[in-house]
């Protein structure tokens, strides 16, 4: 949203439509000419699109309240006693923190499966496990002090938001003005609302 | 997750799905016999359902920072400033937006369309417009101040959350247990998690 209200403040004619949806769905409604643009992480090597990079998406491990302290003193017993919980298949998310405990051997007794990233936040808040979830997405949930950074080796997970498009797509005039405002605006937009992150970054 | 998190706690042993979707998927899942038990807050009257109420689910018109006071001196230069964002079609909290602004004959000039809640609430957040939303998931948001309550006649929309299973469904040993926990432990969980709701009570 905050890379849209200004250009919707400044062409208030304008309906919008967005969908939010996970990686698969994505895919599938860029490949039906669905949408005009979409934001994505990992890039499908399929399919011919132009990107834009728009901001770093880090992943980080994160815990509940006291977590840090019950995690730093002994992790196994920490993984044991939270479990991981996990987005829906299809979702980039699943897929990264899923090759993230591969890479390292982690692995959890119970399955906890859950459809969006409020649903997960709310879970890991309400000391039902932990998980591994865009650092973005969680700032008011760190800065009060319900969710927790959960520091080893290999995170955070790193990546880009990239917006993307078919590249024979024909856009509306509309639509090519706003490619052209964010390329325009992106650093002062991100500066404005994302400098926050830079406190967790390693 | 906050309903759930003790009885996970108690039985370390269950896998978890908690699936996040409108009301029109929770009824096609109940309707296939996919899912043991759904959250809903209206009830579809063609089906023969058991239900438990678990809590209220007040609806309340919020805006960003600054928004009580722009909206208490003109309601009308407040919509026309800040217009309606809406859930996608299928959802419950779409639909009594609907209803509520025809009853109040309010309409919005531009359509938002956003699929999920929490992008409504950052699009909000973002200076975008204003909507229409459960109290109960905007908790932080209004201790940060981000979100305001906005005060109009015939708000907040009230509804409950009413937990729901198919009247023949057979259930296993584990979600017949998680019923009897739900009722055994329902008062003591809202009270722990759910007071604060009470501070934005009209």
């Keep these: 949203p905050f890379l849209l209200s200004d250009f919707l403040k400044?062409?208030?004619?304008?309906?919008?439509?967005l969908d939010v949806s996970n990686r698969d769905n994505v895919i599938r409604q860029l490949e039906n000419n669905e949408v005009d643009y979409a934001l994505m992480t990992r890039l499908p090597e399929a399919m011919s699109l132009s990107s834009l990079e728009l901001m770093q998406n880090n992943l980080v491990l994160v815990g509940g309240k006291g977590s840090r302290e019950d995690f730093s003193r002994n992790k196994n017993a920490?993984?044991?006693?939270?479990?991981?919980?996990?987005r829906e298949k299809g979702s980039a998310t699943r897929k990264a923190m899923k090759?993230?405990?591969k890479l390292n051997?982690?692995?959890?007794?119970?399955?906890?499966?859950?459809?969006s990233n409020e649903a997960v936040k709310q879970a890991v808040i309400s000391g039902m496990g932990c998980s591994i979830v865009?650092?973005?997405?969680i700032k008011n949930e760190?800065?009060?002090?319900?969710l927790e950074v959960?520091?080893?080796?290999?995170?955070?997970?790193?990546?880009?938001?990239?917006?993307?498009?078919?590249?024979?797509?024909?856009?509306?005039?509309?639509?090519?003005?706003?490619?052209?405002?964010?390329?325009d605006k992106r650093d002062s937009i991100l500066s404005?609302?994302?400098?926050?992150?830079?406190?967790?970054?390693?």
């Design 10 to 17: 400044e062409n208030p004619e304008i309906d919008l439509e």
């Design 78 to 86: 920490y993984f044991k006693r939270f479990p991981f919980i996990f």
């Design 99 to 101: 090759d993230y405990l």
């Design 105 to 115: 051997s982690y692995h959890s007794e119970k399955n906890i499966t859950l459809t």
């Design 134 to 137: 865009p650092l973005i997405g």
């Design 142 to 146: 760190l800065h009060l002090g319900q």
């Design 150 to 183: 959960l520091s080893a080796p290999g995170l955070p997970i790193k990546s880009s938001w990239y917006m993307v498009h078919l590249k024979e797509k024909k856009h509306s005039p509309t639509a090519k003005e706003f490619l052209k405002h964010l390329i």
């Design 192 to 202: 404005k609302h994302f400098d926050w992150v830079k406190e967790f970054e390693f």
